[in-house]
């Protein structure tokens, strides 16, 4: 069977420069998809044309819009590059021009062509799970995302604070910390054992 090796990360994009290479649908989805887990995202977004819908949001965060020609120069400075133009040939372009310079890039719809995924993530406060199909399937990773949407409680975010505050309160060393929090949070997996058992 064929295992999944990427390396799950959770990048702080507000710390990082963001280069979106496009302006169409896809451009507009990867943008949406970006500021709905990171609202705070430092963004540019290179096309010779956008979507006045992809405008009016660039306006509510913090992108900005160049209307140009791609060009290796808009990589200067760039940590994570996205490439979802509809012309195949500029996509592997900016693929190259990103391996060159060792920036991580993503070409929408051509696995072969990324050093990373955005995969399905479920939000809930402080908490975040991310869901990745290796690129093999985004609609499984969407179904899953509203999964996960459906059984992970709103409240969890209350019990990641007391957590947080219980954890500032122990004593002694890493080890025993750790286990104290694993005592503390047992009740989680054993009230789902308990559920199945009734079942």
């Known amino acids: 069977m064929e295992r999944n090796e990427l390396y799950p990360i ?5 710390n990082l420069n963001v280069l979106i290479v496009g302006g169409g649908n896809v451009g507009l989805e990867k943008l949406t998809f970006l500021l709905k887990s990171s609202p705070n995202a430092q963004v540019q977004m ?22 140009e020609r791609y060009h290796k120069k808009f ?3 760039k940590h994570l590059v996205v490439a979802c133009t509809d012309k195949p040939e500029i996509n592997e372009q900016v693929y190259r021009d990103c ?3 060792s920036i991580l890039v993503n070409v929408a719809d051509n696995p072969p062509f990324c050093d990373f995924y955005m995969g399905g993530i479920v939000t809930k406060g402080n908490v975040k799970v991310a869901i990745s199909t290796n690129g093999k399937s985004p609609t499984t990773a969407k179904r899953l995302r ?12 209350d019990l ?3 957590l947080n505050e219980y954890r500032k309160t122990l004593k002694g060393n890493f080890e025993e910390k750790v286990e104290a929090l694993n005592e503390f949070t047992r009740s989680l997996v054993d009230k789902k054992d308990n559920r199945e058992n009734q079942d």
Request: aromatic share 8%; glycine share 4%; hydrophobic share 45%.
């Open 10 to 14: 959770f990048l702080k994009v507000s």
């Open 46 to 67: 290179v096309a010779l044309d956008f979507l006045g819908e992809t405008v009016e949001l660039a306006k509510k965060h913090q992108v900005e819009i160049v209307k």
């Open 75 to 77: 990589l200067q400075g």
């Open 99 to 101: 391996r060159e310079q």
């Open 146 to 157: 509203q999964f996960f949407e459906d059984v992970i409680p709103d409240n969890i975010d």
């Open 160 to 162: 990641v604070q007391n």
